[in-house]
């Protein structure tokens, strides 16, 4: 690291912060750093007290997706209640889930074209054995 003259002081040393007041530019060490922070911060207060954002956050989920999943739990329960979708085809059992058998981005969450109705050791054993998955046409 170069050793530097600060702008505010007789430091030299590493230089932490430029920063350019009134087209001039300084370069201030650790300690003139701060005071200059402090006092930049101070002069953004409102009456002494400093106002400070929170930050803002991510939504977990979008509005759009909010309103697909709040169909597909609508269909998904009608799809399950059809007669062709009672019992799961790798198990046997009763169908419990929705498999997507081309995935779920996008509009393909709504997608019937892509769902198989199957157990929960079922849709297990799908993820477990991709290849045979594949072959049955499980997966795509």
Known sequence: ??????????????IYKNVTVDGVRLKLCKTCAMQYN???????STFGITIIKPPTRIKPVSDKRAKQKKAYLLARKVFLMEDCNK????????????????????????????????????????HANPIEAREKGWLI
């Open 87 to 126: 019992y799961c085809p790798v198990t046997g059992k009763p169908a419990t889930e929705i498999h997507h058998t081309n995935g779920k981005e996008n509009d393909r969450l709504l997608d019937r074209q892509y769902w198989l109705a199957v157990s929960r050791e079922g849709h297990v054993y799908i």
């Open 1 to 14: 690291m170069k050793m530097k003259q600060c702008s505010n002081c007789p430091y030299v040393g590493p």
């Open 38 to 44: 402090a006092k930049h911060l101070a002069e953004n």
